[in-house]
């Protein structure tokens, strides 16, 4: 049970960024501030996790050296598996960066409705690329979450000359974007262990950004002030605390149940737009939240279905 919390305490973290990233936006604070404060604040506390792995690894070294090689894996990483990580880091940062702007012109609660359409990019990314069509089950789920999309999106609600055309692209483009960082960062030097992962990987990103974004707000003051608050928020649950936990839920449950619990930063973050934003979400797009969320568990509990079963026939 308590990897489930904590897979599921992960994905509830995510949810709250939209949130804190317009009250950043209420305060004045430019996007390349806004990020660049959440990375700052997320490379830190990542490399302190590392560097609190390595000490735990040499006091275990006496007691278990067989183990000890393992854990202390970032020792062994060449500059070259170093470079994959920061590479893979990238996309999270793009993410970012296309997430947070789309919310300058869209509501919180509809933005991160378009970054969920990661679930079935993904998937269709896949289907390319292995070059399958999609079966029976993939066309429901598509189906599922384009009716769910249509109904959370409130476009009959808000009517659709309310909603800025920019935020609807970038927010589509931010679910492309992490659905590219799902598919190279599990691949990234899987060895390593995740705390040396996470921590090159936001180096990775945090050097993209401020090629992107000149980081003007370590000079000019304003990282002393609320910005500090926002970063701070952001990078811990942003940055920190989501890969922390699951990299400990994860690999005790499975990726099809991670999936499944991780569809929790959806009405999270819908809710909190609701309450602390103020944003108006009628029953119909709550209705298509809850048709978001089962085409997102649809296809792993189809799976979990199919073993089940063929493990009570042997």
Known sequence: MKYWISVLAGAMSYGVLSTIVVLAYGEGFKLGEVVGAQLLIGLILSWLMALYT????????????????????????????RL???????????????YYHSLQYIPASLAIILLFQFTWISALIQAVSKRRRPGKMMVATLFVLFVGTLLAAGLNAQGSANIERTGIIFGLFSAVSYSMFLLF????????????????????????LIVLFPPYFLFNGLLFGPLL???????????????????????HIGEAMGGILGAAELPVA???????LHENVSPVQWCGVILIL????????????????????R
Do not use: C
């Open 54 to 81: 390595k000490r735990k690894a040499l006091r275990k070294k006496r007691r278990q050296p067989e183990t000890f090689s393992a854990v202390i894996a970032d020792k062994g990483l060449t500059w070259k598996q």
């Open 84 to 98: 994959l990580l920061m590479l893979a880091g990238a996309p999270t940062v793009v993410t970012g960066l296309l």
């Open 185 to 208: 960062s599990g691949k990234a030097v899987p060895s390593v262990h995740p705390a040396y992962r996470s921590a090159w990987m936001v180096t990775g990103g945090f050097i993209l």
């Open 229 to 251: 608050m926002y970063g701070f928020l952001l990078g811990l649950f942003g940055a920190f605390i989501p890969p922390l936990l699951f990299a400990i839920g994860i690999p």
């Open 270 to 276: 819908v809710m909190l737009s609701s309450i602390v």
């Open 294 to 313: 089962i085409g997102v568990v649809l296809p792993e509990m189809h799976k979990i279905g199919k073993r089940t079963n063929a493990l009570m026939t």
